[in-house]
Nanobody, 123 residues
Framework: QVQVVESGGGLVQAGGSLRLSCTASGLTFDDYTMAWFRQAPGKEREGVAWISRKGRVSDYAHSVKGRFTISRDNAKNTLYLQMSSLKPEDTAIYYC????????????????WGQGTQVTVSS
């Protein structure tokens, strides 16, 4: 049984930093492209960042580029999202996802999802 579990969310002031973690079990972690998505209240889910199976390639949504860094540790079956210079508009539930895809942030390409972790950025 595949389990994907996010952690590290919380309340932070604008300009602050947070690091999200995601552990996956029940799958061969480095067979999967990993990604972070988020959903703000009243908005559709959007892709934030993705990283290739070996961690050599990654990309970001324009809104977070230069502020967020995605990384993975395949030995620990763990995905990370380092978030800096946080803004109130980053407030959302952040989801980790695993996909048997080569690249990208199309949510339909990701088979396994976590329950999400809340990130709230106060102004």
């Amino acid at each position: 049984q595949v389990q994907v579990v996010e952690s590290g969310g919380g309340l932070v002031q604008a300009g602050g930093s947070l690091r999200l973690s995601c552990t996956a079990s029940g799958l061969t972690f480095d067979d999967y492209t990993m990604a972070w998505f988020r959903q703000a209240p009243g908005k559709e889910r959007e892709g934030v960042a993705w990283i290739s199976r070996k961690g050599r390639v990654s990309d970001y949504a324009h809104s977070v580029k230069g502020r967020f860094t995605i990384s993975r540790d395949n030995a620990k079956n763990t995905l990370y999202l380092q978030m800096s210079s946080l803004k109130p508009e980053d407030t959302a539930i952040y989801y980790c996802a695993a996909g048997n895809t080569s690249w990208g942030l199309r949510s339909g390409d990701y088979e396994y999802w976590g329950q999400g972790t809340q990130v709230t950025v106060s102004s």
